[in-house]
């Protein structure tokens, strides 16, 4: 005695549609990580930012003239890296975001081609342009953090100069030297 299950028939169209969708939700996740830890990036830059234009507003009530303009040339040269890293980070937010919604299409696509039929070779379209985004915006983060590095080593400069101008000891060798 045969059991006929119609819906079985069904099921390897079903799993491979869940299959092409588990795809781009996966890439969905990854994007929405990048976006969080660069939205908590440029939180980081914009307080830095405010943060320096303070240092620079209070430095005018100092008496030390020959620190005053060391450290004002310091501050207002982070500033400008400060810009940078914002923009730079903008831009990869926003390439995040787009990458994000490409794979959402991706999804959508790969929905709508089971539903309706029809070439199976459009989801590829923006999903290969989801992955573009991630790596033109990873890109940018790799820029980003150098910038970053740079502005530690111009902090780590300024603190080796400023020993050196108040006490006669020689500043600790740098990581240059070595």
């Known amino acids: 005695m045969q059991i006929h299950l119609p819906f079985l028939s069904?099921?390897?169209?079903a799993t491979a549609f869940l299959t092409g969708l588990l795809t781009p939700a996966l890439l969905i996740s990854a994007s929405g990580t990048f976006i969080l830890g660069t939205s908590i990036r440029l939180g980081r830059v914009v307080d830095r930012t405010r943060g320096i234009a303070d240092l620079l507003e209070h430095l005018?009530?100092?008496?030390?003239?020959?620190?005053?303009?060391?450290?004002?040339?310091?501050?207002?040269g982070q500033l400008a890296v400060q810009r940078e890293r914002a923009r730079l980070l903008q831009r990869a937010l926003f390439t995040f975001y787009m990458a994000a919604m490409s794979f959402v299409c991706t999804s959508?696509?790969?929905?709508?081609?089971?539903?309706?039929g029809g070439p199976s070779w459009i989801p590829v379209l923006p999903a290969l342009a989801g992955a573009f985004a991630l790596f033109y915006a990873s890109i940018l983060?790799?820029?980003?953090?150098?910038?970053?590095?740079g502005v530690l080593e111009t902090e780590?400069?300024?603190?080796?100069?400023?020993?050196?101008?108040?006490?006669d000891t020689p500043a600790p060798p740098s990581d240059e030297l070595r």
């Open 10 to 13: 069904e099921l390897p169209s």
């Open 60 to 76: 005018a009530d100092r008496t030390v003239p020959e620190l005053m303009d060391a450290k004002r040339r310091m501050l207002t």
């Open 108 to 116: 959508v696509m790969i929905g709508l081609l089971t539903i309706f």
């Open 141 to 149: 983060m790799i820029i980003e953090v150098r910038r970053s590095l």
């Open 156 to 167: 780590h400069t300024f603190i080796n100069e400023l020993v050196i101008l108040r006490s």
